[in-house]
T-cell receptor, first 113, second 110 residues
Framework: GQQVMQIPQYQHVQEGEDFTTYCNSSTTLSNIQWYKQRPGGHPVFLIQLVKSGEVKKQKRLTFQFGEAKKNSSLHITATQTTDVGTYFCAGRGYGGSQGNLIFGKGTKLSVKP | NAGVTQTPKFQVLKTGQSMTLQCAQDMNHNSMYWYRQDPGMGLRLIYYSASEGTTDKGEVPNGYNVSRLNKREFSLRLESAAPSQTSVYFC?????????FGSGTRLTVV
């Protein structure tokens, strides 16, 4: 079945450093979504990418969708302590049960002040 | 505008007990979902309802049942709880784009 792999599992950075998490799917995706979960909280939707090669920015966050629509990345420039949390990618396949989101296991980001 | 509301927030069950987790959304979304989240395992889909009147199994449905009571409400039932069902349970709803999650139910089965 469809699998979504996410690396790294953990990332510790100094405040001000950049951070990147990568997501790879075993199958071609119709779209990919990114979520952030703060410690003790629930996942919060950040963005959806649909087009091959798409790049979207939200302030210091840059999201990319690969040309083959099988991989994606989230890059945070100059991390802040408010960026702490776990970042999940979630891929959606094509049709039927494959149309459900499959979540990666997440990258847990810690930021040292 | 409450979004997705889950009850209870915390629950401790003894092995073999039953309980129902409640979920309601006020965004008029067609699709609703139940996920469980375990350390290092990410979010795994238990059951989903693409629209009112339909339900389907997800990745880990064993030991659970669901009811889509109406468009707003989607409940998850554990008929005979087992320690392996200790987890954090999230309900979510969607109109086809991003999912809106509830605040979760932290369930411990002893």
């Amino acid at each position: 079945g469809q699998q979504v792999m996410q690396i790294p599992q953990y990332q510790h950075v100094q405040e001000g450093e950049d951070f990147t998490t990568y997501c790879n799917s075993s199958t071609t995706l119709s779209n990919i979504q990114w979520y952030k979960q703060r410690p003790g909280g629930h996942p919060v939707f950040l963005i959806q990418l649909v087009k091959s090669g798409e790049v979207k920015k939200q302030k210091r966050l840059t999201f990319q969708f690969g040309e083959a629509k099988k991989n994606s990345s989230l890059h945070i420039t100059a991390t802040q302590t408010t960026d702490v949390g776990t970042y999940f990618c979630a891929g959606r396949g094509y049709g039927g049960s494959q149309g459900n989101l499959i979540f990666g296991k997440g990258t847990k980001l810690s930021v040292k002040p | 505008n409450a979004g997705v509301t889950q009850t209870p927030k915390f629950q401790v069950l003894k092995t073999g007990q039953s309980m129902t987790l409640q979920c309601a959304q006020d965004m008029n979304h067609n699709s609703m979902y139940w996920y469980r989240q375990d350390p290092g395992m990410g979010l795994r889909l238990i059951y989903y309802s693409a629209s009112e009147g339909t339900t389907d199994k997800g990745e880990v449905p064993n030991g659970y049942n669901v009811s889509r009571l109406n468009k707003r409400e989607f409940s998850l039932r554990l008929e005979s709880a087992a320690p392996s069902q200790t987890s954090v349970y999230f309900c979510a709803s969607s109109d086809g784009d991003g999912y809106t999650f509830g605040s979760g139910t932290r369930l411990t089965v002893v």
